[in-house]
């Protein structure tokens, strides 16, 4: 089923002033840090780093000063590391008199090969204003100039469009102001002895660090909101690492205050000043609220938002009634999409019938806390769920089936051994054929989905598959030049984007940063 954007305009949405106030009460402080420009470089062809871009140091930072640049001149500086915050640069000119302003283009890339694309060349469904760059000019000089948005980048390009042939534009002292809701991680790592596994890591934090802010942002570069299935993942890998309660409450205060007035919880909702709830609906993203909830209990029981938040969950898990047929069949809609990955090459039927069975049982561990009476309706409706799912199981080929043509696929797999439909044996020889036929992984897009097979390996006792898995995957990104891991990325079409172009990519994306958690709760053998 091929995602698309829903306009929803006649919905009627509840905004709970009280949980909005929690939401409140929950905000970060943002910590700051002032990190200048550490060199100069260049783009170069490289077949080893994605799209075959490379970089070369070119000169110092001391450099910078002595570059006099006029029409066309173009410098790109290196800041060493992924930044998400406020840049500010000094300029000059040097030369005879303005006699014409500085037309000037900043550019800013979290990958060396978004600036190999140009943004008059993009195509893409997804709006061209997220591509990260300014054009100004500016009438007089020297000036010390901060641009007016939070960029997320490594590289910033300096492209002089024209100054006169009197004078040239000289620039100095660039520094960004980086910032995040968190610092240093309060949990202690896991103990890495595999070099790889300490990058693999390490990247993974670093994305998750620059993903916090004033909520759990999806990418800084873009969507910058808060989307409900990268939350869950987010708040996982949080537990493991930053451990920033606050920050989840608050985010799940924020779904929980604005349902739609018939108990539908939005797929992701708009910060930036007032709170909006967006008219997009997924699925599994709505299931996932009461993931992300009983997520937070178990680390520790906090009645409050216990108390405020269950009845929200029971409420989206009653209007989700409507697509479980009596004998527990989950019936996929259009107009409700069951997301699990971006790519749209695998039937989702039987992973939408997974999903939800794992969120029920989530609900059935809240609804115990609560000594929630329904309880056994829940178990009831968890008994028939099962049984359908355990239909779906092909005894003949040995895997979950998953639509009317019966497919085959991973993803169906992988979710029914996280649903723990089938029980711990059955689970591990299920991702043992798993990985013996249908593997290596092909046609899914995002480190989302690579997540949740390598959490199935790891469920399923295959630790050495889940490794191995991670280190092809995550160990690619870093092999091909990440400080932060991706939104989408497909190792066998390496440059694939869900937009049509990689220029609005996301190259720090947190829902890739769960090496973190997969690390700390499975990887020390
Ligand atoms: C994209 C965002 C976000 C994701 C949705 C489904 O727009 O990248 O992270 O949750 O898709």
Not at 4 to 21: A, E, M, S, V, Y
Not at 63 to 80: C, N, P, Q
Not at 167 to 183: E, G, K, L
Request: proline share 4%; charged share 25%.
């Amino acid at each position: 089923m091929a995602f698309k954007f829903q306009i929803n305009n006649d919905l009627k949405f509840n905004h709970r002033l009280d949980l909005l106030k929690k939401a409140d009460e929950n905000r970060p402080e943002i910590h700051r840090q002032t990190i200048t420009g550490q060199a100069l470089v260049k783009l170069t062809d490289d077949v080893t780093k994605l799209e075959g871009i490379g970089l070369e140091q070119e000169g110092t930072m001391a450099d910078l000063a002595s570059r006099k640049l006029s029409r066309d001149g173009k410098v790109i500086i290196d800041f060493g590391r992924h930044v998400v915050g406020r840049f500010k640069i000094h300029i000059e000119h040097t030369g005879s008199p303005m006699d014409a302003p500085l037309a000037v283009k900043f550019r800013f890339a979290e990958m060396p090969n978004e600036l190999a694309h140009q943004a008059s060349e993009y195509d893409g469904w997804l709006s061209k204003a997220w591509i990260q760059e300014e054009t100004l000019h500016l009438d007089s000089l020297p000036v010390d100039l901060e641009l007016p948005r939070r960029y997320s980048f490594r590289y910033v390009e300096i492209d002089v469009i024209d100054s006169s042939p009197k004078w040239q534009a000289v620039f100095s002292n660039p520094t960004a102001v980086a910032q995040s809701a968190v610092t240093t991680p309060t949990v202690a790592a896991p103990k890495l002895d595999d070099p790889v596994l300490q990058r693999i890591y390490q990247v993974g934090l670093n994305t998750l660090h620059d993903c916090m802010q004033d909520v759990f942002e999806d990418g800084p570069k873009r969507d910058r909101r808060l989307w409900l299935g990268d939350l869950r993942l987010q708040a996982l890998a949080n537990y493991a690492t930053y451990d920033n309660r606050a920050l989840v409450k608050r985010c799940l205060y924020l779904f929980g205050a604005m349902t739609t007035t018939d108990g539908r919880i939005s797929a992701n909702v708009f910060t930036n000043q007032d709170y909006i709830p967006d008219d997009t609906f997924m699925y599994d993203y709505s299931l996932f609220f009461i993931s992300t909830l009983d997520d937070l209990e178990k680390q520790g029981e906090d009645r409050e938002i216990l108390e405020d938040l269950y009845p929200i969950a029971k409420k989206q898990w009653a209007y989700t009634q409507r697509y479980i047929a009596a004998d527990g069949r989950v019936k996929a809609d259009e107009d409700y999409p069951v997301f699990v990955d971006w790519s749209n090459e695998f039937d989702k039927t039987a992973c939408g019938q997974a999903i939800t069975i794992y969120a029920l049982r989530q609900l059935i561990d809240l609804a115990k806390r609560m000594g929630d009476a329904e309880v056994t309706k829940y178990q009831e409706q968890l008994a028939k769920l099962e049984d359908y799912a355990k239909g779906l199981f092909d005894a003949k080929r040995g895997f979950f089936v998953s639509g009317p043509d019966r497919e085959v696929n991973i993803a169906s797999q992988v979710w029914m051994v996280l649903a723990h439909v089938l029980d711990d044996d059955a689970n591990q020889a299920l991702m043992k054929k798993t990985v013996e036929q249908l593997f290596p992984v092909r046609g899914i897009a995002t480190p989302y989905m690579y997540h949740h097979v390598t959490e199935a390996l790891f469920e399923a006792g295959l630790h050495d598959e889940a490794i191995k898995l991670m280190k092809t995957y995550w160990g690619k990104m870093c092999q091909l030049g990440a400080d932060t891991y991706w939104e989408a990325f497909e190792p066998e079409k390496p440059a694939f984007s869900p937009y049509g172009s990689p220029i609005v990519n996301s190259y720090c994306h947190a829902w890739s940063c769960t090496p973190v958690y997969l690390l700390k709760k499975y990887g020390q053998h």
